[in-house]
């Protein structure tokens, strides 16, 4: 059975770091496209980082020079490295998977389309507070 369990959330204040993790049992993990999305009380879910398989990334202009998206293969585990927080990014973080044979997204708009992604954690919850 998939599973994503996403960890590392909390409290901090602003101007400070977290990084969260997304542990994944996918096989093989290191053909996944995997992105982390979030969501805030009374709004949409968004993307906020996604590593393809192949290494390209691409992050929501709201979170560029701020957040780090990386993974660790022999670990089956994505990371969110999140600096210089903001009271905005409070929200529920959620890591998302898709797999092969189609985990290269086709256009531009599938990225951080919530409907491309097979798989999703419970998600862990990131409060900044100003």
């Known amino acids: 059975q998939v599973q994503l369990v996403e960890s590392g959330g909390g409290s901090v204040q602003a101007g400070g770091s977290m990084r969260l993790s997304c542990a994944a049992s996918l096989f093989p993990y290191s053909s996944y496209a995997m992105g982390w999305f979030r969501q805030a009380p009374g709004k949409e879910r968004e993307g906020v980082a996604v590593?393809?398989?192949?290494?390209?990334?691409n992050y929501a202009e709201s979170v560029k020079g701020r957040f780090t998206v990386s993974r660790d293969n022999a670990k089956n585990t994505l990371y969110l490295q999140m600096n210089s927080l903001k009271s905005e990014d409070t929200a529920m973080y959620y890591c998302?998977?898709?797999?092969?044979?189609?985990?290269?997204?086709?256009?531009?708009?599938?990225?951080?389309?919530?409907?491309?992604?097979?798989?999703w954690g419970q998600g862990t919850q990131v409060t900044v507070s100003s």
């Open positions: 590593l393809l398989s192949d290494g390209r990334t």
């Open positions: 998302a998977a898709r797999g092969p044979p189609l985990s290269t997204p086709l256009s531009s708009n599938q990225w951080f389309a919530s409907w491309w992604y097979g798989y």
